[in-house]
């Protein structure tokens, strides 16, 4: 019994459309407000010869749609439309695609139907909108993605969705989507959300600057201060030396002066002293380059490395609003 009901429901609304291909055929139309009286815009469009091309096509198509053969009435349907685009044949074409549970593809027809608006007739027009309204309500879902960035490249389920500055809304099928942004100089993002029918879900697209920072394993000055202080001991080992070295020369030539006695001590003095210095800077000097080789090493370990910032991790619990025409609700996302 649903099957008669439906084959009659179809074969109604079809018969609707058809009427305005067939007027010159002289068949009886089902409603007054879709009576063709050819002077509506879509006529001026093509030639008389596509439009009868149109009629034979869509007129196959319509004996499919009434035997229930909906992917061959889809095809005719279509290579009319490639003849003629007539709001008519988009309608037929609209209840097939239904039928098949393409509703996106049923609500983009519909969509090119009502661009005619009063031209289709207040009948049609009111039947345009209440489809529309039903498939919204019943069938689709809707996901609105705001993105902070301007001329980010947004996807939909990797489908690139068109560019604008601010927020884009999309119809979609219920269930879960994947919404990604991607933009030069910035970090990519990518967004899931689930969705049921007839609600509408708003999803936040914030995108972290992707930039390099120089990371040291000290602060700059440390090995340098470990050179400085090296080439300091070096320098006080290298006036050391000196020192003892004048001291040598004192001593030989304090001997060289002395007839069989010299001073009690003063040659012995001198000698102990210029030995005792030449160690002290022997000593100064063996630190000194210690530490600036040691200083020159810290200093190329301490060279800056580029490191690349890290997005902002995603929040282990996430918010998405979730409205209709009747309520709002939150959707929580858990991420593990």
């Not at 034979?56 to 003629?84: I, N």
């Not at 007739?121 to 919204?136: K, N, T």
């Not at 012995?268 to 030449?278: G, Q, T, V, Y």
């Amino acid at each position: 019994m649903e099957s008669v009901i439906r084959y009659r429901r179809i074969r109604a609304v079809a018969a609707a459309g058809l009427a305005a291909l067939v007027l010159g055929l002289g068949l009886p139309t089902a409603r007054a407000e879709v009576t063709r009286t050819g002077g509506e815009p879509w006529y001026g469009q093509v030639s008389a010869d596509a439009q009868q091309r149109a009629q034979a096509l869509f007129a196959q198509g319509f004996d499919k749609h009434q035997q229930l053969l909906r992917g061959d009435a889809m095809e005719l349907y279509e290579q009319a439309l490639a003849q003629w685009d007539n709001p008519d044949i988009r309608w037929n074409l609209a209840l097939v695609l239904e039928d098949l549970g393409q509703y996106l593809r049923a609500h983009e027809q519909l969509e090119r139907v009502r661009r005619w608006r009063a031209a289709l007739g207040a009948e049609r027009l009111r039947e345009v909108d209440e489809r529309l309204r039903a498939l919204e309500t019943q069938r689709l879902a809707r996901i609105e993605a705001s993105d902070e960035e301007p001329l980010a490249e947004i996807t939909l389920d990797g489908q690139p969705w068109p560019r604008s500055v601010g927020r884009r809304s999309k119809l979609v099928l219920p269930g879960e989507h994947y919404i990604a942004a991607r933009k030069r100089g910035y970090l990519p993002v990518t967004r899931s959300v689930y969705v049921p029918a007839g609600k509408q879900a708003r999803v936040a697209l914030r995108m972290d600057e992707d930039r390099f920072i120089e990371t040291r394993r000290w602060r700059a000055w440390k090995p340098w201060a470990v050179v400085a202080g090296g080439v300091a001991v070096a320098a006080v080992g290298a006036k050391l030396e000196q020192r003892a070295f004048a001291d040598r020369n004192a001593v030989a030539a304090q001997i060289d002066g002395c007839a069989e006695m010299c001073g009690p001590l003063s040659v012995a003095d001198l000698d102990a002293r210029s030995k005792l210095e030449n160690q002290l800077a022997v000593g100064a000097l063996a630190a000194g380059g210690t530490a600036v080789a040691v200083g020159l090493a810290l200093a190329w370990l301490n060279q800056p490395r580029a490191q690349r910032t890290e997005a902002r991790p995603l929040s282990r619990i996430e918010l998405v609003p979730i409205v209709s025409l009747q309520r709002a609700e939150l959707s929580v996302q858990v991420h593990f």
